[in-house]
């Protein structure tokens, strides 16, 4: 099974930047479209964004659009998270997963997906 790792997350001023980087195992460039989630305590997992690894599809949430960017270096297995302007209301755990269900309206997880650990953002206002 793929192995996935995040990291970068931090204490952060609001409106500064932070970049969580994921990193995966044997993967399979053409087929697993990787994808960030976030989740608060008693809240409901969010979609963030998602992209292939050729960048030729990519989804952003309306809750970060125009803020985040998501990247990949296939070299390095990694698929950056850039996140700019950030808020208080970002403040999250963020999970990355490979294999997801990823277009330009929506990104969802599927049973088949592989989870990392979370690394956690927490942005002081």
């Known amino acids: 099974q793929v192995q996935v790792v995040e990291s970068g997350g931090g204490l952060v001023q609001a409106g500064g930047p932070l970049r969580l980087s994921c990193t995966a195992s044997?993967?399979?460039?053409?087929?697993?479209?990787m994808g960030w989630f976030r989740q608060i305590p008693d809240k409901e997992r969010e979609a963030v964004s998602c992209?292939?690894?050729?960048?030729?599809?990519?989804y952003y949430a309306d809750s970060v659009k125009g803020r985040f960017t998501i990247s990949t270096n296939s070299s390095k297995n990694t698929v950056y998270l850039q996140m700019n302007s950030l808020k208080s209301e970002d403040t999250a755990m963020y999970y990355c997963?490979?294999?997801?269900?990823?277009?330009?309206?929506?990104?969802?997880?599927?049973?088949?997906?592989?989870w990392g650990p979370g690394t956690r953002v927490t942005v002081s206002s």
């Open positions: 997963a490979t294999d997801v269900s990823c277009a330009p309206s929506h990104l969802d997880a599927m049973s088949t997906s592989s």
């Open positions: 044997s993967l399979d460039f053409d087929d697993y479209p």
């Open positions: 992209t292939t690894w050729t960048g030729s599809t990519r």
